[in-house]
């Protein structure tokens, strides 16, 4: 049952321009196992994103390149598969929601006819046949069937989303990618979607890639999290190490700068300084400017993942394997 | 959309007197007399007063004009030319089949051609081919057409002898003109085609068509090309209404007659009611071909259909 259904081992991915290069995505390793939700957070530009188009096959070249790693996906290197075997496997295995629903739909194309494509695609069947399923997708993503022949200009930000969620699961994914989908929406709505994602997540028993930087969503949804800071993971564990056992100073500083419904402060705490360019990443952790821990060592050292349990990872010279003790 | 078409027409009317006063006053002022220079420098004050007379250029200017949009709203007449002594409209109704073909030939030639390599020079930006495309679409833009004219028979109809250089007799005769006429306007259509599909290209939408697995080139022609459109047909629609006025040099190089040349040979006799006559009937087509394109528009693209349209259900219950 609980299988690895996909393992990310090493993925560095950079974008390369005529006298730069940008390090986005810079040694990302993790395990995703079947019905697991796990959350991406972390800052604008931290690599997320790039990452799950990498998982997609969808790296923009160029500019991007995969320069290292292995994405295994039901036993295929994903890295390694040629455009026409990863086309089978996009839309239909592995799919994507993506962060602005504005956007994301083709203006001139009718809602049931953007879903009726990906089925279409995968499925031998007939138009007529796929477009009755684009009417049930939208039933369940609760926007009314007949809607189907409407453009997307006819619907609102959120239903937007729900379509392009619907979209998504077309086809019944193994696994789900979900970019940012509540970030461009306001909160009533965002409740909505989170809503219809959670209801996915138990009864379709789908796998997913959270990705966002609100940490009030992946307490809803999330199964792990992944803690992304310049390209890498600096922290990995379940929902409950991280939000209660958090080790690695970046994640603490995240923590720290949510505000407290029982304290009264006048400003939140923050996180010094600004993410360092990815064209211009320093030597050792990349944390080292900002991290209020730092020693000589974080300066020189890119610190290895330690292992505090057997879910637990944690990238800083901070803590060693099997010990949780700050030596500082 | 019926209402919106019928309302499209309605403004022709405005559209066109203005054009008619605008022209009319153009030609008032003008000088030289006309009567003088019909009749020669030999007529007589008398002769010349009496053919004022009978042409009723003797009326005051408003007078004149209201006879003109009289004749035009009541028989239909553009008045009469004064070197031949026919009706204005039968003399360019006899002339205007050839520079319809001409220009058709030429926008349907160009229109393929600018498409096919836009669409590559897009896809394949900065790349070989679309380096040559480009470099070939400026030279296309940038040749002035009687002089590609005048290459194109020098090579092949006096060099080669392959093809005729004038009239209209065969098939053959409309290869060098067509070919005149439509290279700037390829041109044209392949910088717009690029431009429109590049600003495309980069649209999240077509992010999610390929995350759907869809093939490159259906990604390419359904998700690219129908959203680039619209732009691409406003410059055909131009080009086309242009190259309608506009073949005068192409026509007089390969002598086809059509309402070009006869426009050029009007103003060089001050047949003024020919002149008239042929700019109202080409801003007629081109206002008629405007709204062609306005209705196309709303094919091409939903969100401008809905906003002719009065919808039952409101356009957001979400």
Not at chain 1, 64 to 85: C, Q, R, W
Not at chain 1, 173 to 196: F, H, Y
Not at chain 2, 292 to 300: A, R
Request: charged residues 20%; neutral net charge; hydrophobic residues 45%.
């Amino acid at each position: 049952m609980n299988e690895k259904l996909l393992e990310v081992k090493d993925l560095v991915i950079h974008y390369f321009t005529d006298d730069e290069e940008a390090c986005a995505v810079n040694g990302i390793s993790f395990d995703l196992k079947e019905q697991e939700v796990v959350g991406f957070v972390g800052e604008t530009g931290a690599g997320k994103t790039t990452t799950a188009l990498g998982i997609m096959g969808l790296v923009p070249a160029p500019p991007g390149k995969v320069l290292n790693g292995e994405i295994i996906f039901e036993g295929k290197d994903i890295v390694k598969l040629s455009e026409a075997e990863l086309r089978k496997i996009r839309g239909d295995k592995i799919t994507m929601i993506f962060q602005d629903p504005m956007t994301s739909l083709n203006p001139v194309l009718t809602v049931g006819e953007q879903i009726a494509e990906v089925i279409l695609l995968h499925n031998k069947i007939s138009r007529k046949e796929a477009i009755e399923r684009a009417k049930e997708m939208l039933e369940m993503v609760g926007i009314p069937g007949e809607r189907h022949e409407e453009y997307p200009h006819q619907f609102s930000g959120g239903m937007k989303q729900r379509v392009v969620i619907a979209i998504a699961l077309a086809c019944s994914p193994a696994l789900l990618i979900a970019d940012e989908p509540t970030t461009a929406l306001d909160v009533t709505i965002q409740a909505q979607v989170l809503a219809l994602m959670k209801r996915l997540k138990t009864d379709l028993k789908t796998s997913m890639i959270m990705i966002t930087h609100d940490l009030g969503v992946v307490a809803e949804i999330c199964d792990k999290v992944a803690i992304i800071y310049a390209g890498e993971i600096v922290e990995f564990g379940t929902l409950a190490e991280i939000f209660e056992d958090h080790r690695h100073p970046y994640t603490e500083g995240l923590f720290n700068s949510i505000p407290d419904l029982d304290v009264d402060v006048a400003r939140l705490p923050v996180i010094k300084g600004l993410m360092p360019a990815p064209t211009n990443l320093p030597d050792g952790c990349k944390f080292y400017p900002r991290c209020p821990y730092a020693t000589e060592r974080c300066k020189n050292e890119n610190p290895d993942r330690v292992t505090i349990t057997d879910t637990h990872i944690v990238r800083c010279h901070l803590f060693r394997s099997a010990e949780s003790i700050k030596e500082t | 959309m019926l209402k919106y078409i019928i309302k499209r027409l309605l403004w022709m009317i405005p559209i066109m007197l203005g054009v008619i006063i605008i022209v009319f006053s153009l030609m008032y002022i003008t000088p030289g007399d006309t009567a003088t220079i019909l009749l020669g420098d030999s007529a007589t004050p008398q002769s010349v007063a009496a053919l004022n007379k009978k042409l009723g250029l003797d009326q005051p200017y408003v007078v004149q004009l209201f006879n003109y949009i009289k004749g035009i709203v009541l028989h239909v007449s553009l008045g009469t030319s004064y070197r031949t002594k026919q009706p204005v409209l039968n003399e360019i109704l006899a002339r205007f089949p050839n520079t319809l073909k001409l220009a058709a030939l030429a926008i349907v030639l160009a229109t393929i051609i600018g498409i096919v390599t836009g669409i590559i020079s897009a896809v394949k930006q900065y790349k070989a081919a679309d380096r040559i495309a480009t470099g070939v679409a400026l030279f296309g833009v940038s040749m002035p057409p009687f002089w590609l004219g005048l290459l194109l028979i020098l090579v092949f109809s006096v060099q080669l002898n392959w093809l005729p250089s004038a009239g209209v007799a065969t098939w053959k005769n409309w290869i060098l003109p067509t070919i005149t006429l439509g290279t700037a306007v390829a041109g044209i259509i392949m910088r717009m085609t690029r431009s429109s599909m590049l600003d495309v290209i980069r649209q999240d939408y077509i992010r999610t068509a390929r995350a759907k697995g869809q093939r490159e080139f259906v990604v390419i022609m359904k998700h690219e090309f129908r959203n680039a459109l619209i732009p691409i047909v406003t410059i055909i629609g131009v080009q086309f209404g242009t190259l309608m006025a506009g073949a005068v040099l192409c026509e007089n190089i390969f002598s086809i007659s059509g309402i070009g040349k006869f426009l050029v040979d009007s103003i060089n006799n001050k047949d003024y009611p020919c002149v008239m006559g042929t700019v109202l009937f080409v801003a007629a087509l081109c206002t008629i071909i405007n709204l062609i394109v306005d209705i196309l528009y709303t094919f091409i693209d939903p969100r401008i259909k809905s906003v002719y349209k009065i919808r039952k259900r409101g356009a957001d219950n979400g």
